[in-house]
């Protein structure tokens, strides 16, 4: 037996050599990494972002501000106060500083007060709240309109698509200042008349300019969104998962909704992350001109272009807002750009 | 391609006139009208008026009027600025529009595609990061916001520059800049990220395998390639830069395109609506054409069908 193995010419093979690989053995052959997920492989990228991950945070504390500190706030928004006009940061009126003289806590205006009297903070974190709800809200609407007609014109191609696609050029086309005051003066009284009906209430809450200004979104700013959605679909409908869905009898709506928009996920999460600021941008533009959010409630565009005539005299009156404007367009701007570094398929390879 | 642009000069034409239609339809369907604001007009008068510029006609025989109209070139006659024709209003507010919008476009182009490139070049180095930073914060300022912040700057702390009005060269400074930063920043971001893509491509490592020097790569193959996304976002934004910032004229107290139309709207000067829009529409349109033609002639790649 031994001398045989020896012998290199010997057609001899030991039998050791063909028994079952243990568990053990086997494992030791495996280098295969753990499936990664689009997920995961997308967060762990996110992850390693710093400049997208603080700026996460700072979204994430801007939110918490704004959305939490005016509930346990001591002063409200619309609260006037009257003797306290006009105060500089950390100022008191005359009456609070009795009242401090006579031993009482008075809560200090951090950012002092506007020329009603009211608290300049409390104001700045509301207008904070109401820019991020419109910007969060448009969002939202834009996503969902301008991703269906995209993938409806992209997957249908054809007479249907170049029929969409005029009407995205006209939409394009008209100037939004003209459809956005004229849109706002028509439905004024409409809305108006609405909310004072029951059920109708919340309305009366958001002021009919607020929802005139998600009308607006929703008919308007959709268009870009529509032009991005339609060229994933039109590369991705060549997809032989469609074909397949196809020969199995999957309609049309089913394979749009189930295949073709879950497959542009990606995208479709950083436009939405990008269309953010731009909504709060447009928010800002429109209460500049008058057709924002209703007072009292401020907006940040509402509180800044009100500063603007005073400016000169009161400028932290304007930089308070502009700053938070600035900080919220900044953060989620660079959290888009993380996002698309970590989600985009044509990035991976970088 | 004149086959082409004969094609969409056809498709421009049918997206302008459905433009003039849904703005005619959509603005008289709007309640109110151009006679409401002013008090105390009897009813007598304002039937006179209206007679006058054709308002109490039925809708579809006005619509037909001022097509007409427009096909052998009259806009019509202001409502609110009584005996000046809309040509004519138009045609003294566009130039103040468009020099500080053709201004703001050449210092915007100047600077924002150079700024990227030299960001690209140096991706990763210290001017790189800095420069992102730069055009990241940038486009994060409303416009009403940077226009602010100058005068306060230049007119009331150092007192440099005259804050309202066009009378000197020394005034476009301030409006220019600020209406050129956005679009700066912006292009800044967008060469940077294209000349990125175009240094990983193929064909500029050819280029460096056969010896071409560095400069003649650049010049003759990245910037070329890069420049393309670029001249996508020129067109819309040359519309928006030439036909005027609303915010910017209000703020800078400019006579200009976009404060008028603003103005017509709120005061429901109908032909004066018309007539900006359907001039607005029309040259949003020749815009996007000089781009794709533009496009043809800087990438041999595409053709135009």
Redesign the interface.
Known sequence: MEEIKNNPLSLQWSLEDFTPASVEDKESLVFMRESVSFWKDGLHRFRKNKIAMSALFIVFLITICCFLIPGVYPYKYEQQMKGSERLAPMQYSKTEQKQIDAGEKVFPHLLGTDQNGRDYMIRVLVGGRVSMTVGLVASVLILVIGSIFGAIAGYFGGLVDMIMM?IV??I????D???I??LA??LK?PLEALASKPGFAWMQKLGSNMISMFIVFALLYWVGMARIVRSQIMVLKQSEYVTAAKALGAGSGRIIFKHLIVNCIGTLIVTTTLQI?SSI?TE??LS??GLGVQAPMPSL?SL??AA?NG??TY?EK?FAP?FL??II??SF??LG?GLRDAFDPKLKQ? | MPKYILKRAIMSLITAFLVATLTFFVMNMVPGGPFLSEKAVTPQAQAAMEAKYGLDKPLFQQYTTYMTGILKGDFGLSIKKRGRTVSQIIGTKFPVSAKVGGLALILAVCTGIPLGAVAAFNRGKFIDNLLVVLSTAGIAIPSFLSSTILIYIFTTKLKWLPSLGLKDAQSYIMPVVALALYPTFYMARLMRSSMLDVMGQDYMRTAKAKGVTTFKAIFKHALRNAILPVITYLGPLLAALMTGSFIIEKIFNIPGLGSEFVSSITSRDYPMIMGTTIFLAVFIIIMNLFVDIAYAIVDPRIKLK
Do not use: E, K, M, W
Request: aromatic content about 18%; proline content about 8%; hydrophobic content about 60%.
């Open positions: 005029r050029d006209i394009y086309t008209v100037p200042v003209l459809i005051i004229l003066q028509t009284f600021p941008f800002s533009f500049f001109l565009g800044a272009s603007l400016f000169q400028p304007l502009a404007i600035f367009i900044l701007n660079l750009d970088q």
